[in-house]
């Protein structure tokens, strides 16, 4: 039915329950023998009602409302129509006829329209309501939290056409007092320690959890419980859809690896960040990757003066750009498609574009793959970091800030080993440039290109096996945008020559992030996909670290970000040893090894 028609069938509803009030009234007033005198007054009455009470109910927006969405709001909305209607109306109705209607039937009029008006709308509503639960339900539901969220998506599931289907069963919630009691007429089985037994006492197939004000870690260990269970998790993503207004059934997604490590999200100071990077011209090196894309993103929201996203990839360099043109159309872009290994194509971008900010984010981070190729790990990471920094200090660049990795940490690969290489050089060119050279050092983050996380989903998509290195194999792991955060965040706090180190939280076992994985996915572990073991790679440790022995940290104005202790870095040898670098990166790649190991003392090589 349009909107005309509904308008139009409501109004006519309205004007003969008016008319019926109005009658049965005067009938109940004068036992059903009404004077000559009050059947007119009774008419005029009944006209000069229709008119007014019609306007107030329009004014008060009483037929442009979603009666099948209608709550308390709609309620007393509708109550002031009626009431303000029938006051005006009973002064009209004096000054017209010239008695006054008595007050019995003025009253009884009111509490008629009242209950037959709100009637017929919650009527309407109830027909939705029956209509959605008479579809054939397959799935029965539990959602977790009994708050406002619970029962905004409670009420959706009762009304939404897509939620078809479905029966929800009743809330969780840890709040005792709600224990027992019922929210939009379900009840409230129990906390979250019944959620298992919940699950199968009512075959219960989806769980939600609308908590979204509740801390990371509460989250986190009621998705623990949760995924136990076997039952598809969905959460309600932050409190801002309750802010904005945009909850709804749409904004549920599938619990993800994310939510599983249990940390708040990343506060950072706005001032301090702005400081050194609004305005300015900012260069992102890597930025079609995973981690310079993400740069890009958040640094174009702090509106630098320019934005210049470099990358060897045309890519993935066009993809970002596209992003950000369309998100941020008032910040100046830069494409330039170039190699860091080119060192005279870096001082032509730096002379071109005169950069006051350096992120430098590129680099080859595959440690299979730069074991067998060592040469590319030192051409890229290592005289890559050493173009783009030279070209830093010579143009002046106030600030350089490097991504690492803690594999740098007593590396193991030749990648770590690259990477702490560079690491040691912008700690040495630190000491006599005027730029402030420091590096940032996190462990791998969720969801970038060619980590585990994606290899397990393709792995789970295709039926599996998914395949596992070693069952005691453990990583730090971080998202990207709060990884990101915390970079930017720590380049506010660069005097020089620091190596900031993230905090990443616990470690998680490769294993349990693979089970978690499978069982987020709606399967079983070894049942429904097999889990195999392929062995360690080469280059790889079964843990990693983030300090070095000698690396004492200490703390930032940031409860996560902390400073490992600068080493003296002998600048005459390491500009040696990178000479022997250039002389053997043509020869075999033993001999870029043997350098490798003279440069980095820490650096034991795992076949």
Partial sequence: MSYRSRMLVLLVVDICIIWVAIATSYLFRFDGNIPPLYESQMLVFAFVTTVICGVSLAFFRMYRRMWQYASIGEIVELVKAIVIGIALTYIATYLLHGVRVPLSITSRTLEIMLLFMGGSRFLWRLIRVNRTKKAELTNNVLVVGAGDCGALIAKEMMTNNSFSGNRLVGFVDDDPYKRNMQVVGLPVLGDRTKIEEMVCTHQ???????????????????????????????????????????????????????????????????????????????????????????????????????????????????????????????????????????????????????????????????????????????????????NVADCADKYKVERFVMISSDKAVNPSSIMGATKRIAEMYIQSINTIS?????????????????????????????????????????????????????????????????????????????????????????????????????????????????????????????????????????????ELQFKRFEKVLGESQSSVRDVIEHLVPFYSHVS
């Fill in 204 to 386: 219960i197939h989806d769980i939600i959890i609308a908590m979204p004000s509740v801390k990371r870690t509460n989250i986190s260990d009621i998705i623990n419980i949760c995924k136990l269970t076997g039952a598809k998790v969905k959460i309600i993503p932050s409190i801002n859809d309750l802010i904005t207004g945009h909850l709804a059934v749409e904004t549920l997604r599938n619990v993800e690896v994310e939510d599983l490590l249990g940390r708040d999200p990343v506060k950072i100071d706005l001032e301090g960040i702005a400081d050194y990077v609004s305005d300015k011209v900012v260069l992102v090196t890597g930025a079609g990757g995973s981690i310079g894309s993400e740069l890009s993103r958040q640094i174009a929201s702090f509106n630098p003066s320019r934005l210049l996203l470099l990358g060897h990839g045309e890519n993935s360099i066009y993809t970002i750009e596209m992003e950000l043109r369309s998100k941020y159309p008032q910040v100046q872009l830069e494409t330039v498609i170039a190699d860091i290994q080119d060192r005279s194509r870096m001082d032509d971008v730096f002379n071109r574009f005169r950069p006051q900010v350096v992120f430098h984010a590129a680099a080859h981070k595959h440690v299979p793959l730069m074991e067998r190729n060592p040469s590319e790990a030192v051409k890229n990471n290592v005289f890559g970091t050493k």
């Fill in 434 to 574: 005027e730029t402030q050279f420091v590096a940032v050092r996190f462990g791998n983050v969720l969801g970038s290109r060619g980590s585990v996380i994606p290899r397990f989903k393709e792995q789970i998509a295709a039926g599996g096996p998914v395949t596992v290195t070693h069952p005691d194999m453990v990583r730090y792991f971080m998202t990207i945008p709060e990884a990101v955060q915390l970079v930017i965040q720590a380049g506010s706090f660069a005097k020089g020559g620091e190596i900031f180190i993230l905090d990443m939280g616990q470690p998680v076992r490769i294993l349990d992030l693979a089970q978690d994985l499978i069982r987020l996915s709606g399967y079983e572990p070894n049942v429904d996909i097999e889990i195999n073991f392929s062995g360690m790679r080469e280059g790889e440790k079964l843990f990693e670290e983030l300090l070095t022995d000698e690396e004492a940290v200490t703390s930032t104005q940031h409860e996560r970000i902390y400073i490992g202790k600068p080493q003296q870095i002998n600048r005459a040898e390491l």
